[in-house]
């Protein structure tokens, strides 16, 4: 995998046009810092079929990152052909919120604690970009990860008029950090979280650790992916290496 990530770097650097300095690290939360997809695709299927509609095991995956809003009405469009309402929409939504409380909690992300840790350590900024706007989530980020991850430094569901895919999601993460997209990288894992990361000019690491196919995480516009976070933890130090390396450079390569 460590192949394909420094032409990958290079080419985004191409692409940007201005040196690169790695100064903060925008990470999803569900599917990267908890393993929580689990309960959320048990918790949307079984609402969904309470109103009538049976959605495949592999879909709430797909869909993981945006707002319950985008969610329901996508999900009625793709499979009844309908339009629901505001009234629907947020009956399922509290429905789903509700399912949720009642599952265990979802386990950490082995071994995301202590590689954020080490990339704090070494004088990045870490910060939480997630379309989710339960208080119950986001409340176990400050429990799980410490001083790590500092409450404000995150962006929810709960500050964006557009969820993921679209860019507003990380847009607010750079203009509420006061980073640039070339002092910046994403952490990602679910389609539709790549997509909203790209569309903000964002380099994007992709960590497959649901079900899907890898190649969906590459159409969707990951620039690199890997297996899962402990792949991405054992590489980090060469990943850093590189990334340093290219600093110095101003993004061209070591002759």
């Not at 460590?2 to 692409?15: C, E, S, T, Y």
């Not at 879909?59 to 505001?86: C, D, F, H, I, W």
């Not at 992916?225 to 290219?246: M, N, Q, T, Y």
Request: glycine share 8%; proline share 6%.
């Amino acid at each position: 995998m460590m192949d394909d990530f420094k032409p990958a770097f290079n080419r985004f650097l191409q692409m940007l046009g201005k040196p690169f300095r790695l100064k903060a690290v925008f990470f999803d939360m569900d599917g990267v810092l908890f393993n929580s997809m689990p309960q959320h695709a048990e918790a949307w299927i079984k609402v969904f079929r309470e109103n009538g509609l049976d959605l495949p095991e592999f879909e709430p995956y797909l869909n993981e990152g945006s707002t319950a809003l985008y969610t329901v009405k996508k999900m009625y469009r793709k499979y009844l052909g309908q339009e629901v309402t505001v009234e629907l929409t947020e009956k399922i939504r509290e429905q789903k919120h509700s399912e949720m409380a009642l599952l265990p909690e979802p386990e950490v992300m082995e071994p995301m604690p202590a590689l954020l840790a080490e990339i704090k350590k070494s004088g990045i900024d870490c910060w939480v970009v997630t379309g989710s706007a339960q208080e119950v989530l986001l409340q176990r980020i400050e429990k799980e990860y410490g001083k790590i991850l500092e409450r404000e430094k995150t962006v929810s569901g709960l500050d964006v008029h557009h969820g993921k895919p679209h860019p507003e999601p990380y847009l607010k993460a750079l203009q509420k950090s006061g980073y640039k997209a070339s002092e910046s990288m994403v952490v990602e894992n679910a389609p539709l979280g790549v997509q909203s990361a790209k569309a903000a000019g964002l380099f994007t690491i992709a960590l497959n650790t649901g079900p899907l196919d890898p190649q969906i995480l590459k159409d969707a516009g990951a620039d690199v992916v890997f297996s899962g976070a402990k792949e991405f933890a054992d590489k980090w130090p060469e990943l850093s290496g590189i990334l340093a390396a290219d600093c110095l450079n101003g993004g061209r390569k070591s002759s």
